[in-house]
């Protein structure tokens, strides 16, 4: 295109590297490009727990009103943090290809893992999913962007903290001991990079989804599918993976009460060309299951701290 794309992202060293990948892949596709940074509310509002500030988009607020009002071209964000609405006049162009979705403890030691313990972490799926499995451990809020909660998890002398794998990887900040925490079911979408751009501005929707992945695309989809059936608009532990190999998607997704002892699951497999409506399946097996009371149930919860 004709124009220099102007690149927004928030400032921190995670997001900057996602959008200096961007830039490259456009720039080696022959755009010239800019990056535009900015600081998100999300970033700035560290006092209290996410659940508490009861924003939706609080990671990508900042941006939406920057392309809405003409001061970039394209946003990039982490795709777990987009709510599963757009704004308005906003639109998807393109999700890079996945990099693993896994969650890792980051760890002083062990040995608490047998007994008592404190982790920290600044979501409620990471929370619900570690008292199901560790209902004598304490569970800290932790806040902030990836380099300022490792340094929160030192300095505090937690057990351990909670991280997304991609993201510690990204940034080279993953250390050797991390332990993968296999069983715990990731973020809708976590893991992937998305695009957005305005839905006029159809020069630059077609030079960015150029960078689509289409099995990232279909996989995180169905994952946001399920989550928006499921949420109704209210903050809960879902989680959800969808994984296609063999020419098969195969979905598990779970709700879990706040305090981890309640867990409501779905699994699914179908063809990759049968993937349409699979994520709302699977949000209405688990509401037929008892998650209509237990969403209930957590949106009081929720409310009742806000």
Not at 244 to 269: C, M, R, V, Y
Request: some cysteine.
């Amino acid at each position: 295109m004709s124009k220099v794309i102007r690149i927004g992202t928030r400032d921190s060293e995670l997001a900057l590297w996602q959008a200096t990948t961007v830039q490259n892949k456009l720039e080696a596709l022959g755009h010239a490009t800019t990056l535009v940074p900015v600081k998100s509310d999300g970033d700035l509002m560290l006092d209290k727990p996410l659940y508490e500030l009861g924003i939706t988009g609080i990671f990508t607020k900042t941006l939406d009103v920057a392309l809405l009002k003409g001061q970039i071209d394209i946003a990039v964000h982490s795709m777990k943090d987009v709510p599963t609405a757009l704004p308005k006049g906003i639109v998807q162009t393109a999700v890079l290809e996945r990099a693993e979705a896994t969650d890792v403890l980051v760890h002083l030691g062990t040995d608490f893992l047998e007994g008592e313990g404190t982790v920290a972490t600044g979501s409620l799926r990471r929370r619900a999913q570690w008292l199901h499995k560790y209902p004598n451990h304490d569970v800290v809020d932790l806040r902030g962007n990836v380099n300022t909660r490792l340094i929160k998890l030192i300095e505090n002398g937690w057990n351990g903290g909670i991280f997304a794998k991609a993201g510690l990887q990204r940034i080279k900040l993953l250390p050797k001991d991390a332990i993968e925490l296999d069983w715990m079911i990731p973020a809708p979408a976590q893991g992937a990079m998305v695009l957005v751009a305005l839905e006029s501005n159809q020069e630059v929707i077609f030079a960015s989804s150029a960078l689509n992945d289409d099995n990232t695309a279909i996989a995180t989809s169905v994952e946001r599918e399920f989550l928006r059936k499921l949420e109704g608009g209210c903050t809960a532990p879902i989680g959800a993976i969808a994984k296609i190999s063999d020419g098969h998607l195969h979905f598990e997704g779970a709700l879990f009460s706040l305090d981890g002892q309640k867990k409501i699951e779905t699994k699914k497999e179908v063809p990759v060309s049968e993937f349409q409506g699979i994520g709302e399946q699977c949000a209405n097996d688990v509401l037929n299951n008892g998650g209509v009371e237990l969403m209930e149930k957590i949106k009081n919860e929720i409310s009742s701290v806000n």
